[in-house]
């Protein structure tokens, strides 16, 4: 029993080395290594701790990057399924608007002209001097500039200079003269449009110049430079205008128009004036019904009618009615013409609606108002005519 217990007591002790030199191997080998780096312990130590520092800072970074993608990407995905499809186009096609200010802003060149007007004679001479640092518009960078000059109240008439080949700078020096009554010059604009002459394509316009002629002393010869403009779209001719009065009577179904005057009509003889008549005409339903018209008024641009015209129209048509007004220029050797026209009915709009409402409004009443003549196409598309028919009306 005493060996035994003996050699239990020799072993334990050995067991016990054996773990000791175990746990103390790994530090003895840090430790050496420690050793060899010519640093004190407490740089090693910092030079550790910053080490750990900027780790986990790199780490951050990461996660923070990543999750911001994700909620981008997430947003981005939300407001493109908000959005239509003509907003998704705008996002990546430029606005046509600023494209359209940048145009307007280019330099096109400048243009001398000279202004003189003859109060015996009623006449206005424009002279057309010389143009500078016109925009090139050919491959080889100059131009074929020549100008035409026209008056907005008399678009039939337009002068044309003469074609200037391969330069910037073209010097014309040629005058042109406008028959115009002094009476007419506050409410007419002169313009001078410089082009580009193209012998087998469209010629291109380079700029103009536009002149209210009610901005100028008449009593004095003007001249000066003026810088070139982008060309108007489109240019608003005059057609004139036209007053007339509406009277309606339910209690007997009869419509009274009564054609006054028109005044600033558009020329249309080679004289400079017109031989108006005006058209009245009923529609009923989208098909042409009834119509009249006045006398004829020779040589004038501001004819004075005073004609009254009844159409026995039922009450529950009235609704239904299109009343069209149109001013003709009448000539015996050739096809009529028509100036203008305008529409009025529970289907216009704007003044010529306000009209019509106010004689529904004021039964027996006449109403009377000034209207602007506007082109034929825009009328007749708006009306949308059928073929022609005569209605049988109730009692005949």
Known sequence: MANKMSSNST???????????????????????LNK????????????????????LFLICIIKCCCCKKKRKKKEKLNLQNINGSTTASLVQPDMDDLESGLENEKRGRLQYSLEYNFR???????VKQAADLKAMDSGGTSDPYVIVYLTSDMRKKYESKVYRKTLNPVFNETFTFQIPQAEMSESTLVMQIYDFNRFA?????????????????????????????????????????????????SNSKLTVVILEAKKLKRMDSSGLSDPFVKVQLILNKKKWKKKKTGVKKSTLSPYFNEAFNFEVPFNQIQNIDLVIS???????????????LFLGCRATGNQLRHWSDMLAN??????????????????????????????????
């Open 327 to 341: 001013v003709w220029d009448h000539d015996k050797v050739t096809k009529n013409q028509q100036i203008g026209k």
């Open 363 to 396: 039964p027996r009443r006449p109403i009377a108002q000034w209207h602007n003549l506007q082109p034929v196409e825009e009328v007749d598309n708006a009306l949308g005519l059928k073929s022609h028919f005569k209605l049988p009306l109730p009692g005949k």
């Open 121 to 127: 004679s009623q006449e206005m001479k424009v002279g």
């Open 202 to 250: 469209k010629h291109d316009i380079i700029g103009e110049v536009r002149l209210p002629l009610g901005d100028f002393d008449l009593q004095h010869v003007t001249e000066q430079w003026q810088e070139l403009t982008a060309a108007s779209k489109r240019e608003q001719e005059r057609l004139g205008e036209i007053c007339f009065s509406l009277r309606y009577i339910p």
């Open 11 to 33: 072993t334990a002790p050995s067991a016990l080395t054996t773990t000791a030199a175990l746990t103390t191997a790994t530090p003895g080998f840090i430790d050496g290594i």
């Open 37 to 56: 780096i010519p640093l004190p312990k407490w740089a090693l130590i910092a030079i550790a701790v910053a080490a750990g520092l900027l780790l986990i």
